[in-house]
């Protein structure tokens, strides 16, 4: 009996470790993916590519972190309308002393994350075609439209920042326009560096197909809260993309086409723009807002209770003889307490958790204003005028170089904290010299003053990417 | 039966002997556990053997009148002098400690050491086991060559960082693979194990030692057994100590008041604006932060464990318990275990089963990060002017807020806890075949399940509440509970069939043959929320408001299946002996990981070792060197640890917009992923000079990891999150180990021994994926070819222009000298691993009191002190700073170190890197053992008091608590090891303890 147990025994070991073979090495991932298979998983994976926008390295800036922001915060911080202040734990310093280098990682960042949004839609269009056809057609033009415009949207972000000169049909180095997405070959895809002039032609192809496939597919749906990109955004897009590549007659189109749709309202409307309780259902100046997801702090940096940067004193003198709807609460706050007793103004257009607006109306009417004043349009002041009058500033009546002064210091105005300053510094003078500087100042920042000779108007490519990609050109100086 | 023939050789003895005699009886025990010795000779000094013990050890002789000492002899035993007693004696017979008849447990099987072909340490468990560590692999630091322990962290329960023989991966894990009885446990979990429940713990190097572990074994292998029962008189024992811990000093000298006001007015620029009557005011308050957030913090450890059985059957069990306060206010740990280890054995049949669990309740803080919410940050930067605890008895709020929080009301009001219960057991079952001689077939099954929850909970209120608001999560502005909870489970199944046989003219030939099978499969499931709006008083989910859209109160929630793998393993070995003097020993494996695509899925891979007993050969006549063994292996062992569960499949990973869920690509798919593979050649001679009274062993090694797992960079343009998974590039390891063991003074009452280890490690980058040779890695490190893995990568400073007070850099040539700092100029400097190792021990005994001191040794490696940037910093004045702050430079001409403060301080220099090197007095330990005499007297098998101090001393230069910085970290997976931060001290520790057997 015994014996019988004992062979048994044996008998089902041996055949346990027989059972075990291959069948029980075959595990299947249960929080992830391993392919898109139903037209739903294409819908999430458009949803991912504008997730991409979220990230810390896009809009998203939260307070002391050091992230790279590089289209919320930075630019503001990097411009001269930001003062570095003393409560700053110096996590941004090198950027907003324009100090930093090819290892830099906010440049890294920079760098990486339109790329990673635009493989995103990349994979999303290769996606796309079997589902353009039947129920779906309409749905899947819809997606295709969004995917285009993110792709453009992100290439000229990147063109902002690592192109040297931003004129139309510039040879200058920018970025590779990358149009597909081969998860199996990431390493030996070794793309080359676009002229300006390529990237605004592939930019430029893309939006238009984009508004095609709007007019097939129509615009999305439950787009109420503006997280999504209809043609209204697209018209956007190509106004601010025509004003940097002075395409002055073109941004005047593409603003009006926009403004046409979506218009300047007045005070009320502005201040809502940035109010935490309109995020659902935000004033019809928004054209395109990055949702907070109860998450997302876009000005902290720059905004909210104690950001590292303060407004500089000269436009805080400004904003306050200004008035209007520029000098009230949930958009700007003065005289608040800080370190060393000094009195600082906060941009207080991000309290905290909120959505950010990448597009709105009153950059379009700035867009057009500027824009016919370079053709020496005398109706830009009318734009300009319009603009105050719905800010509650008063109206004037400067002509030539003086209106485009009265232009581009409004801008800086409606446009303060919203991710603009350096890209317009960049595009106009190349000089900063920032008001304040030094521990007697009230800054923790001793390097304020940098010319139009700087290496640092172009991020250099990242080390990691030229190292890797050895088709890849590095900007002047580094 | 033998009973009666041992009595009756007894009876016969006594009648051959001379006529005036006396009865002596008595019981012989073996030292170490008390458990009896059957067969043990006894004789008159110089005189006839009397007799033998019986099954309990006992004896009872008649010896002549006049004789006064009797000696007892036993194979694998001292011989032992002893005087006569009247009345019973009990006899402690101590084991030979000659390394050839140690035993090596290799967890599948057990080998002579003098028949062991690899490369292998046994640790004296004994030695270390009173240690007060919660976790036992901190133990292990300097007890072997080749195994390199850092024990920074002073956090109680928090498990070591252990690497044997360097680095030999990238992205995979380095971790070596812990075994005990057979079934692998986690590092983590040493916290809810009781290591006196551990009888032996080996550690396997090379690869004819690790290859029947596979591709489990490529980082080294931890092997224990814990306690068998012995067959005898029950015996029960009771061991228990109590202690206290203090604060070591820390060498980051921060300024007090007086001086930070100095610096703060006179040099600093007075950046908060204090008005003179102020700045009156604030010298009155002095306040040393360390008083508050430190604490002398006690300990204690009880157990109480059985053994014994009969000749079928044993048992060992355990119950114990450990209590330990951390130095850091609120920080501590509480265990308890139980173990019950059974065997039975009836004829061909052996079975067993080894069970244990344990339940441990801790409390800890953030560490090893550069965080503003982490309490052992925020202790260095708080003022010394401003209090942290205010008359009433609130905490104080600073004038840094909310850059900065007050660490006590961090430490003391929002606490993060978890609980672990673990279970882990195996039983076994083992029968030698009864148609063929010497075949025994063996299975060993065993599960290791753990459960830990984590809760952590910031009251509303608080100041951390109040940061997270001030800093724009206004969702977060009324506290937050987390609670997460997380089971693994890991079952491994082990089958094998061993044939052993000898053959030839007189047996020389011996052979011993065994297949196994093996199957591990790893699974576990995960659960965390985190919920906002604390506002009931209660510090448990009872507290919270359900959230609405109103009051943003809404809770995220993870979780997921952090694993799910198995392995599948046919391996064999066979060990060939020739007249006991030239050995022989081959694995063969194949392995089937699911973490590789079904194609490249099996790896096969072996090893081959030899060893050769010269001084047993004729023609060997060196008188002073009495055993002289050489040893030779080489083999292979693939490694798939640490690449998570499905690094060969493109995966698209979750995510939300708008509210929506979204899909993205979090990771790029590699089919071509298959094993990493160490190879390791290893050559050796164990030497032992002057009857083995010196044992001397060296060993070289040189192993290379090929298709190294790497996460290569992948250009940005390529996207895919840029998570990929490769192998690509190889890694060189080489070194050498050697131990020394010397008996200085070898007499009957005084002892004195001295034993040392030193390991050598150079690590060396063969190449990178695509013909790279350089990268970027972590933080201020980098990887370039023919450099060591973890090498910095910074600017080299070049001190203070005394003109201008400017920082000063040399240039990539390293002759010029700039003021500007630039990229261009980084080079790759030295590792943060050190290369060498060391550990000495040395005891001295008399009659029954011993004492031993162990001290560890290690250099070579350097550190990024982060933790000193963050208070030499020029933009943090306003916080804690350093000392050397008063330094900086004011006044040209001023010859100083510290550039003047009006200058960016840049990070990415040698300024802020410092050498790692340390020598520590881990322990040192005083015991008094009662005299076999007093114990027999007093009824009882054995006691023993001891006092021992831990870390009394550190002699090391790096400025901060430790030299060893804890590889632990929290929050940034982006941060790094070599650099400094939120240190947790290592403590300096006393403790009383007595071991009691009855």
């Known amino acids: ?478 | 039966m033998r009973k009666f023939i041992l009595y009756l050789t007894v009876l016969i003895t006594i009648s051959t002997s001379a006529a005036a005699q006396k009865a002596v009886s008595g019981k012989v025990v073996d030292e170490k556990d008390g458990s009896p010795i059957v067969g043990a000779t006894i004789r008159v000094k110089n005189g006839a053997i009397l007799g033998t013990t019986n099954e309990q050890g006992g004896f009872a002789v008649n010896a002549p009148a006049n004789a006064r000492t009797l000696v007892f002899t036993f194979v694998g035993y001292n011989e032992l002098d002893v005087a006569i007693i009247n009345g019973e004696m009990l006899v402690s017979m101590k084991q030979a400690s000659q390394s050839l008849n140690e035993v090596v447990v290799t967890g599948y099987q057990t080998r002579s050491r003098r028949a062991n072909t690899g490369s292998v340490s046994v640790v004296s468990i004994d030695d270390i086991r009173t240690q007060p560590n919660a976790s036992f692999d901190q133990m292990l630091q300097g007890q072997a060559p080749g195994i390199n322990v850092k024990t920074g962290s002073g956090q109680p329960g928090r498990n070591a960082d252990v690497i044997i023989r360097g680095k030999g991966s990238i992205n995979g894990s380095n971790a070596p693979l812990y075994i005990m009885d057979g079934v692998e446990i986690r590092a983590g979990d040493f916290s809810t194990l009781n290591q006196n429940d551990f009888e032996s713990v080996t550690i396997l190097k090379d690869a004819a030692s690790t290859a029947i572990y596979g591709s489990r074994g490529a980082n080294g292998v931890i092997v224990i057994t814990t306690k068998k029962g012995r067959s005898g008189k029950m015996r029960l024992s009771y061991d228990g100590q109590i202690g206290t811990a203090r604060l070591p000093e820390n060498q980051l000298k921060l300024m007090n008041t007086q001086e930070k006001l100095d610096f703060e007015m006179n040099i600093a620029g007075n950046p908060y604006g204090w008005s003179p009557a102020e700045v009156e005011e604030l010298r009155q308050i002095n306040v040393n932060w360390n008083d508050f957030v430190f604490r002398n913090a006690g300990m204690q450890s009880h157990q109480i464990s059985a053994s014994g059985g009969t000749d079928k059957t044993t048992f060992y069990t355990s119950i114990g318990m450990y209590d330990e306060e951390g130095i850091t206010v609120g920080t501590g740990i509480k265990k308890y275990n139980g173990r019950i280890n059974v065997s039975h054995t009836d004829n061909n049949l052996k079975i067993g089963a080894n069970l244990a669990g344990g339940w441990s309740n801790y409390t800890g803080t953030f560490e090893g990060d550069q965080s503003i919410g982490s309490a052992l940050n925020t202790v260095i930067w708080a003022l010394p002017y401003e209090r942290a605890i205010n008359e009433d008895g609130s905490y104080g709020e600073s004038i840094q807020f909310p850059f900065w929080i007050n660490p006590v009301e961090d430490l003391t009001e929002n606490p993060n806890r978890s609980w672990q219960l673990k279970g882990t057991g195996n039983i076994f079952l083992e029968y030698k075949l009864p148609w063929i001689k010497n075949l025994t077939y063996r299975i060993n099954a065993g599960g290791d399940y753990s459960q830990l929850e984590g809760f952590s909970i910031i009251k509303n209120g608080t100041q951390s509440a109040r940061q997270n608001e001030a800093f724009g999560q206004d969702f977060r502005r009324n506290g937050e509970i987390a609670r997460s909870l997380e089971r693994r489970f890991r079952y491994t199944v082990t089958n094998s069939l061993n044939y052993k046989t000898s053959f030839g003219a007189d047996e020389d030939h011996s052979l011993s043959a065994t297949l196994f099978t093996e199957f591990v499969k790893n699974t576990s499931r995960e659960f965390d929320y985190t919920a906002y709006g604390v506002l009931l008083p209660f510090d448990n989910e009872a507290g919270l408001v359900p959230g609405t859209a109103d009051n943003g109160f809404i809770p995220v929630v993870g979780g997921g299946f952090p694993e799910n793998n198995a392995l599948m393993s046919y391996f064999g070995q066979v060990d060939y002996a020739y007249k006991g003097r030239y050995y022989l020993s081959l694995t063969g494996r194949t392995d089937g990981s699911s973490k590789l695509s079904p194609e490249n899925r099996w790896t096969q891979y072996g090893s081959v070792g030899a060893s050769w007993i010269v001084s047993d050969e004729d023609f060997y006549h060196v008188n002073f060197m009495n055993f002289l063994k050489l040893k030779a292996s080489y083999g292979s062992v693939g490694n798939q640890n640490g690449i998570g569960d499905f690094p060969y499949l493109q995966q698209y990973g979750r995510g939300s917009y708008g509210g929506r869920g979204s899909l993205s690509v979090n990771r790029l798919g590699n089919n071509l992923l298959t094993w990493e593979i160490r190879s390791t050649l290893n050559v050796g001679a164990d030497m032992e000079f002057f009857q083995s009274r010196l044992r001397a062993s060296v060993e070289w090694y040189s192993s290379l990891t090929k298709g190294l797992y790497f996460s290569p960079f992948v250009p940005s343009t390529s996207g895919g999150n840029g998570a990929l998974l490769s192998n690509n590039g190889s890694m060189q390891n080489r070194g050498i180990e050697a131990s020394l063991g010397v008996k200085i003074i070898n007499t009957r009452d005084f002892k004195w021994s001295v034993d040392m280890n030193y390991a050598y490690n150079k690590n060396t980058i063969k190449s990178l994926p695509n013909g790279q040779d350089f990268q970027l890695y972590k933080s201020f490190q980098a990887l370039q070819v023919g450099k060591p893995f973890n090498s910095f990568y910074l600017v080299r400073y070049a001190g203070v222009n005394p003109d201008n007070g400017n920082s000063q850099y040399y240039k990539a040539d390293g002759k010029t000298i700039t003021e500007q700092y630039d990229a261009n100029d980084l080079v790759v400097l030295g590792t943060s691993d050190a290369p060498h190792n060391a550990g000495i021990t040395t005891a001295v005994s008399y009659k029954g009191i011993e004492l031993s001191a162990f001290g560890v040794y290690s250099a070579g490696n350097y550190i990024y002190n982060n933790a000193r940037f963050n208070v030499e910093y020029n933009g943090y004045t306003t916080s804690g700073f350093a000392k050397s702050g008063l330094t900086a430079w004011t006044t040209p001409g001023q010859v100083t170190n510290f550039p003047r403060l009006s200058e960016t301080t840049e990070g990415s220099t040698t300024r802020f890197l410092e050498k790692g090197d340390f020598f520590r007095l881990r322990n040192i330990q005083l015991a008094y053992t009662l005299p076999t005499e007093v114990v027999s007297r007093l009824k009882i098998q054995g006691f023993r008091i001891f006092v021992q101090g831990q870390n009394l001393y550190t002699s090391f230069k790096f400025q901060g608590w430790d030299p060893e910085v804890s590889t632990v970290n929290n929050f940034d997976v982006n941060s790094n090891a070599a650099v400094s931060g939120a240190q947790y001290p290592s403590l300096k520790r006393v403790t009383v303890g007595v071991n009691l057997t009855l």
């Open chain 1, 1 to 478: 009996m015994k014996r019988t147990l004992i062979y048994t025994a044996v008998l089902a070991g041996s055949l346990f470790a027989m059972a075990s073979c291959n069948k029980q090495l075959e595990t299947t991932p249960q929080t992830e993916l391993t392919e898109l298979k139903t037209f739903e998983d294409v819908q999430s994976a458009l949803l991912g590519s504008y997730e991409g926008f979220k990230s810390t390295r896009y809009y998203n800036n939260p307070a002391a972190s050091g992230s790279a922001s590089a289209w919320s915060a930075l630019p503001d911080l990097m411009g001269d309308d930001m003062i570095e202040a003393l409560e700053s734990l110096g996590n941004w310093r090198v950027m907003s002393e324009m100090a930093f280098n090819a290892d830099n990682i906010a440049v890294q960042l920079a760098f990486s994350q339109p790329y990673e949004i635009i493989s995103r839609v990349n994979n999303v269009l290769q996606a796309l075609p079997e589902y353009e056809t039947g129920d779906t057609e309409a749905e899947a033009k819809t997606i295709r439209a969004q995917a285009l415009a993110i792709r453009a949207h992100a290439h000229f972000d990147l063109l902002r920042y690592f192109a040297t000169e931003y004129d139309r049909n510039s040879t200058a180095l920018a970025v590779p326009y990358v149009t597909s997405f081969d998860p199996l070959n990431p390493l030996t895809i070794l793309p080359s560096r676009n002229t300006v002039k390529e990237v605004y032609d592939r930019v430029f192809e893309d939006l238009a197909d984009a508004l095609v496939a709007f007019d097939e597919g129509g615009d999305p749906a439950n787009n109420t809260a503006r997280y999504y990109i209809d043609k209204t955004v697209v018209y956007a897009m190509r106004a601010r993309i025509n004003l940097y590549a002075k395409n002055w007659q073109a941004a005047i189109d593409d603003a009006t086409l926009a403004l046409n749709d979506r218009g300047l309202t007045n005070e009320e409307g502005y201040v809502a723009v940035f109010s935490t309780d309109t995020e659902a259902a935000p004033s019809s100046e928004v054209y395109w807002a990055i949702p907070s997801d109860n998450a997302i702090t876009p000005g902290g940096a720059i905004s909210g209770g104690n950001p590292s940067y303060r407004v500089a004193t000269p436009l805080s003198d400004l904003i306050e003889d200004l008035g209007g709807a520029y000098d009230e609460p949930g958009v700007i706050l003065f005289n608040q307490d800080g370190i060393g007793g000094f009195q600082r103004t906060i941009v207080d257009k991000y309290p905290g958790v909120n959505s950010f607006k990448v597009f709105r109306a009153g950059e379009m009417m700035l867009i057009r204003a500027e824009a016919k004043q370079r053709l020496d349009d005398a109706t830009a002041l009318n734009d300009l005028n319009e603009l105050r009058a719905a800010r509650g500033v008063d109206e004037g009546t400067e002509t030539g170089d003086d209106l485009l002064d009265a232009i581009l210091l409004l801008r800086r105005v409606e446009l303060l904290g919203e991710g603009h300053r350096w890209f317009d510094l960049k595009r106009t003078t190349r000089i900063i010299n920032r008001s304040e500087c030094g521990v007697a100042d009230g800054s923790s920042s001793n390097n304020c003053s940098f010319g139009a000779d700087s290496r640092s108007w172009a991020f250099p490519i990242p080390f990691n990417d030229i190292r890797v990609n050895t088709n890849l050109v590095q900007n002047p100086g580094y």
